[in-house]
């Protein structure tokens, strides 16, 4: 049984650019799912970025 208590995540843009980035979270702390406002390149302009599986 795996002991690492974080897990990999996918940020995806809600731009619809395409655009990810990718992080880890601790799944017994933050049991929601993360909305971060990001960065992205593609448009030139900071977008909400929502959380995935990867």
């Not at 940020?11 to 992205?40: E, M, P, R």
Request: glycine fraction near 2%.
């Amino acid at each position: 049984m795996s002991r690492n208590k974080r897990i990999k995540i996918k940020l995806v843009s809600s731009s619809g650019s395409k655009h990810f980035y990718t992080s880890t979270k601790n799944k017994i702390n933050c049991k929601k799912k993360i909305s971060i406002k990001k960065y992205d390149p593609i448009f030139k302009k900071h977008y909400i970025y929502n959380e995935f599986k990867i």
